[in-house]
């Protein structure tokens, strides 16, 4: 089975201040790994994706995440915070070779001046 | 490129009325999948498919069914909607199942 676990249901940061998010998950094999970002009334974005090549991951908006095996994490980062970074993040995983892509329960992203 | 539409987007229906929501992907992905967004739930799978005439279970599927007679569009149905299946409900497609999928911009259901 796999399954995603994302500590912290609300994040509150200042404008410039770094943002992380984290995101824990469990699979038996190696996974596919993604975050999603959901504005107000839209649907999910990616923001970015692990598949298996280099650990860090770059994606848009400034954000990058960073696959840590050991610790079974895939937590994600941006170093200073925008105000339209307030959104809600998901972490996604899906099982190597599986069909089924599983949410985590989202993080609210909230940036204050 | 219109990616993913779903149809309608906003539904409110009586106890016990039948409903369809339409998803249509132009990417001639292989995979589809509608999910359910509840608040502090994240999104759990409904149904999915892997390929035109195929379909399988999600997380939680009682309450609904799905059709793929066509490889571009994904139909969800309710037979007898309640109101626990009052939500913000997504369709998503992948090409293959190791890609990321894309979303439409959901479709908002209220049972009362």
């Known amino acids: 089975a796999q399954s995603v676990t994302q500590l912290g249901s609300h994040v509150s940061v200042s404008e410039g201040a770094l943002v992380l998010l984290r995101c824990n998950y469990s699979?038996?094999?190696?996974?596919?790994l993604f975050w999603y970002v959901q504005y107000p009334n839209q649907g999910l974005q990616l923001l970015l994706k692990?598949?298996?090549?280099?650990?860090l991951v770059k994606g848009i908006n400034g954000f990058e995440a960073e696959f840590k095996k050991s610790e079974t994490s895939f937590h994600l980062t941006k170093p200073s915070a925008h105000m339209s970074d307030a959104a809600e993040y998901f972490c996604a995983v899906r099982r190597g070779g599986g069909n089924k892509l599983t949410f985590g329960t989202g993080t609210q992203l909230k940036v204050e001046l | 490129n219109a990616g993913v539409t779903q149809t309608p987007k906003f539904r409110v229906l009586k106890t016990g009325q039948s409903m369809t929501l339409l998803c249509a992907q132009d990417?001639?992905?292989?995979?589809m999948y509608w999910y359910r967004q509840d608040p502090g739930m994240g999104l759990r799978l409904i149904h999915y498919s892997v390929g035109e005439g195929t379909t399988a279970k999600g997380e939680v599927p009682d309450g609904y069914n799905v059709s793929r007679l066509k490889k571009q569009n994904f139909l969800l149905g309710l037979e007898s909607a309640a109101p626990s299946q009052t939500s913000v409900y997504f369709c998503a497609s992948s090409y293959v199942a190791n890609t990321e999928a894309f979303f439409g911009q959901g479709t908002r259901l209220t049972v009362v």
């Open positions: 990417m001639n992905h292989e995979y």
């Open positions: 692990y598949t298996s090549a280099a650990t």
């Open positions: 699979s038996s094999v190696p996974p596919y």
